[in-house]
Structures are given as structure tokens and as C-alpha cells.
């Protein structure tokens, strides 16, 4: 009955998700199917949602209601997956009858069963919660093919009160470290291996009855296949002397750490349920600095959260001057329900929020403009992402920059290749972008 069916995926959300929707992706080609990526010639479409803000919900909503209007050219069924569908199918799957199927977080496996019923007996299928939480490979590698996301875990035990996860994906999970090596060593050659989960610093705890993100780390650093790796999401208040020791000598680990924060002061900290301390925060990038010289550290602060209050916006501000990061996400409280902090007063208007996040950003500019202009004059390594046309030059990384979060690197050359590594002298810089020309570049700097 599907034999012959194409598929067609859209992945919303966060690179985590992006891992379970190539996974999905893997299933389905591992069947046989046919994928498409143009989504009018699909019979099927699969939407994988996110729910972690409102924000993310409506995004969702909005592109399952436009897939819906492919029924009106091939399209015969429409799949919802992820964590919209399993948090909410309650809400979900009287109101949102343009959706034929729908299957939660751990429910992919599920999919040809519920596909095939549902053309049976014409009818619309509920087949969340009725799979089980199982490691799934092979993928299909939706990124460039020099680099890959490796998600080594799901869920989280953290509990913070403005967030939904736990509530979503469930506790924290680790994955066996020997079907993520095998995972890793299926993705082929891969110039920057990109390691996330909820909290990827917690890894092994819960299956191995000890922390062994350490060991893990070491173990992908022994793959023939792997160039580099770059960690995001390490939660502060786990990362070790062990870790940080790793990533100061293990030549194959960036320089660089994602460490969300949320908050710097103390009282909304404890509000947030988050474990550290502007003290200890500013204690733990010192350690850092000492221990990786350049190290390049980013983060996320949420401003607005209930109750704070104008100096603890300032003491905000006056954090992230200290802490000197070179690039930071800021982001509006978002009002969640089932969430500690739902109930929480005040309640900070939007507009307010809104202000201290645009304060934020201009201040964090001037940050990251001055950490970047140090390396004008200097020669650092880039990964060549592919070309900018419309800049008419290459496009690249430095171990600086993560995909799609932080800046990138323009540069010059007489050639270059997507997925090698190039030395790029830096001519100029930005409070985001790094501009410069290799060696072999024989026309003018950049201005």
C-alpha cells in the first residue's frame, strides 16, 4: 500500500530535532520509500514539530495548515510527529483535522503501521505513546555532508522552571556509547561532528551510574573519520577539571563551549531552578580562560523572566560586560503552561521584555566586535562552508562559530573546496563577521 508512496519531511525546531527527523528520514529510506524534497509531489508529508514556546506552536500549526493545502494537487496524508503531538495531542487531534496521522517523540518506528491503517480504513490515527523509546540509525544527513549533529542524549532532569522539556521529552536518557560510535562512524567523513543533547554534559549518568562525557569524548576523538568536534549545551554546573582538562590537550575538540546560562543574578537564578551563581559563573570563565587560552565561549540568557526587576536587568548587563563571551542568544520570557514559573508574579509585560532583550543585543555587539577585531592582522583555520554569492567569495567557520547561532568567516581565495580547512589571514571584522584571504589570494583586502 506505501510501496510506491514518496515522502516528503520538514523538520521544525532545534538541531536535536533535526537528528530525530533525519533518523525518521532513515526509516523510511531503509524501507525503501522514495523521498522528495519538493513537498507538492509528495503523497506523504511528515511535519516534525517543536513545542518549547508559544512562538514554536504557531510555527508549527501555520506549516501544518500550508502542507494541508498540498491536498489539493498529490498529497494523500499528513503526518505530525515530535513534540507538539506529544505533549499536546489532547488539544491537538479533534481541532486539527487536516493531520491523518499523528506519533509522539518516540513513536517513529510506529509510522508505517499507522500510515498503513490509516489508508485501510480511511480514518485518522492516534498512534502517540504507542511506541518505545529505542535507539533508531541509520540517518539521512540533512546538513551540508562535512558536518553532522550527533545527539548523545534526550530529555533532561533539570527541571528549570520556565521550560517544558521534561515535560516533553522525559527525563534524561543517554544513548550506549557503542551505537553512538557506530552512528558517528556511519556518517562518513566528517570535518566538524557537532555533540548536543538537552544537557550533553550529563552523559552516562543515567546509564552508566557515573558521568562519562569525558570517556565518550575520547572515544569519537579515535575515529579515523572525524576531523573535529564541537560541543554545545554544557550546562555549568557540570563541567569538570576531567572536561575541561580534555578539551585544553585533545587536539581533535574546537576551543569553543556552548554553556547556556539563562540569568546572571542570584534571586532569579534560584527562581529559574538553574544550579549555579553569577559568582560561580564568572569563577567557571576564568578557569576556562586559564586552562584554554582563546577559548571562545557563547550563551543564552532569558531576560523578562517574572519578577525581575530593573537592577537585575542591570546587573544583566553588567554581567555580560564582565564576562566578556564572544556571542550570546538573548530571549523573551515566554509564558509557558505547566511550568513552575507560569504562576509566578509579576508577570513582566511584553514591551519590557522586549526593550531589555534589544539593550542585550546592543550590548553583547560591542562585545563580540571588540573579541573579534584581536584577530585582525592574525591567520586562523576555517572550515569552507561553500560560497556566497552574492558577496562573491567563500563562506566558512572558525572554531569560533557553530552553525546557524553564531557568525561566520568571508574570505578570499584562489580556491577552495566545501568541507577542507583553509589558513584565512583576518583583514577585517564586524560584531558578528570575519573577513579575510588566504595566502594564495592575489586581489584586494577587504575594505
Not at 542570584?266 to 559568582?279: A, C, D, F, I, P
Not at 580562560?289 to 532569558?302: E, K, L, N, Q, Y
Not at 562559530?401 to 589558513?423: C, L, M, N, R, T
Not at 564586524?430 to 589570494?441: F, H, I, L, P
Request: hydrophobic share 35%.
Amino acid at each position: 500500500m506505501l510501496s510506491k508512496k514518496k515522502f516528503g519531511v520538514i523538520s521544525l525546531g532545534c538541531d536535536k530535532n533535526r537528528v530525530d527527523s533525519e533518523k525518521l528520514l532513515g526509516l523510511i529510506k531503509e524501507r525503501g520509500y522514495t523521498l522528495t524534497d519538493d513537498l507538492s509531489k509528495a503523497e506523504i508529508v511528515i511535519v516534525n514539530t517543536c513545542a518549547f514556546l508559544q512562538e514554536a506552536r504557531e510555527e508549527a500549526i501555520s506549516t501544518i495548515l500550508e502542507c494541508a493545502d498540498y491536498k489539493k494537487g498529490k498529497l494523500q496524508k499528513l503526518v505530525v510527529t515530535g513534540c507538539l503531538p506529544q505533549k499536546f495531542i489532547d488539544e491537538l487531534y479533534l481541532p486539527l483535522e487536516e493531520a491523518d496521522v499523528f506519533l509522539g517523540i518516540n513513536d517513529y518506528e510506529k509510522i508505517f503501521e499507522a500510515l498503513e491503517k490509516s489508508y485501510r480504513e480511511g480514518t485518522r490515527q492516534n498512534y502517540v505513546g504507542k511506541g518505545k523509546d529505542g535507539y533508531i540509525r541509520p540517518r539521512v544527513i540533512t546538513t551540508d555532508e562535512h558536518y553532522a549533529y550527533l545527539k548523545i542524549a534526550d530529555g533532561c532532569y533539570n527541571h528549570c522552571t520556565y521550560c517544558l522539556i521534561p515535560k516533553i521529552r522525559g527525563k534524561y536518557r543517554s544513548y550506549p556509547m557503542e551505537e553512538l560510535l557506530r552512528e558517528a562512524e556511519e556518517l562518513g567523513d566528517v570535518a566538524e561532528l557537532i555533540v548536543v543533547a538537552q544537557d550533553s554534559t550529563r552523559y552516562g549518568e543515567d546509564l552508566y551510574g557515573e558521568n562519562r562525557f569525558v570517556e565518550l569524548l575520547q572515544a569519537l576523538s579515535a575515529l579515523e573519520n572525524i576531523q573535529k568536534i564541537r560541543l554545545l549545551y554544557c550546562y555549568p554546573d557540570v563541567i569538570s577539571d576531567k572536561l575541561i582538562e580534555e578539551v585544553a590537550t585533545n587536539d581533535k575538540i574546537l576551543k569553543y563551549m556552548d554553556i547556556p546560562l539563562q540569568h546572571s543574578e542570584n534571586r532569579v537564578l534560584k527562581l529559574m531552578n538553574r544550579k549555579g551563581t553569577r559568582e560561580s559563573y564568572l569563577a567557571l570563565f576564568k578557569k576556562l580562560r586559564s586552562c584554554i587560552p582563546g577559548i571562545a565561549i557563547r550563551s543564552t540568557f532569558i531576560s523578562g523572566f517574572p519578577t525581575e526587576t530593573e537592577d537585575e536587568f542591570e546587573g544583566m548587563l553588567q554581567f555580560i560586560q564582565e564576562a566578556k563571551l564572544i556571542n550570546c542568544g538573548f530571549f523573551a520570557y515566554s509564558r509557558e503552561p505547566d511550568t513552575g514559573a507560569y504562576r509566578l508574579k509579576p508577570q513582566i509585560h511584553h514591551a519590557t521584555k522586549k526593550r531589555r532583550v534589544r539593550a542585550l543585543y546592543e550590548a553583547q555587539a560591542e562585545i563580540s566586535a571588540n573579541i573579534l577585531s584581536d584577530f585582525v592582522g592574525k591567520e586562523i583555520e576555517v572550515l569552507c562552508d561553500g560560497i556566497d554569492y552574492e558577496k562573491g567569495c567563500f563562506v566558512g567557520r572558525g572554531y569560533f562559530s557553530a552553525p546557524d547561532i553564531d557568525g561566520k568567516v568571508y574570505f578570499h581565495a584562489a580556491e577552495a573546496a566545501q568541507g577542507e580547512y583553509y589558513k584565512v589571514r583576518v583583514e577585517r571584522t564586524d560584531s558578528y563577521d570575519v573577513y579575510g584571504s588566504t595566502k594564495d589570494y592575489e586581489g584586494e583586502e577587504w575594505k
